[in-house]
């Protein structure tokens, strides 16, 4: 009878690890989901500023990319959440698309785009 209170200690870690594992449920994380744009317009904005702290556009990129990896990391310890490479793939085209527009609109000595007419 000494197996009793050992099953009953297992069957009741096991109950509780499912519940805890099934309220969770599956996660999702489409390609478009409602989050994508916000972290491309934040890394976006993120890259144009990143484009006047550095000339060189990798580094530029990378900067910009910093607020994202460190929001996945931070997401990864949530409940019921994880880091999201797709989350890391908006933001790195973000982060992309802002320093090459900050490279464009902005010169070394300021605005550099100009409308000809």
Request: charged content about 15%; hydrophobic content about 45%; some cysteine.
């Amino acid at each position: 009878m000494k197996t009793l209170p050992i099953r009953l200690s297992a069957f009741a870690l096991l109950t509780i690890l499912s519940t805890a594992a099934a309220a969770c449920g599956p996660h999702h994380d489409d390609w478009t989901g409602s989050d994508k744009a916000a972290h491309f317009g934040v890394s976006l904005a993120l890259g144009v500023g990143a484009s006047r702290l550095s000339d060189d556009t990798w580094t530029a990129v990378g900067l910009a990319l910093v607020p994202g990896v460190a929001k996945e990391f931070y997401d990864s310890t949530r409940d019921c959440n994880r880091f999201s490479w797709k989350d890391m793939a908006w933001n790195a085209a973000g982060a992309y698309v802002g320093v090459r527009t900050g490279n464009w609109l902005l010169g070394p000595s300021g605005v550099s785009y100009r409308v000809a007419f």
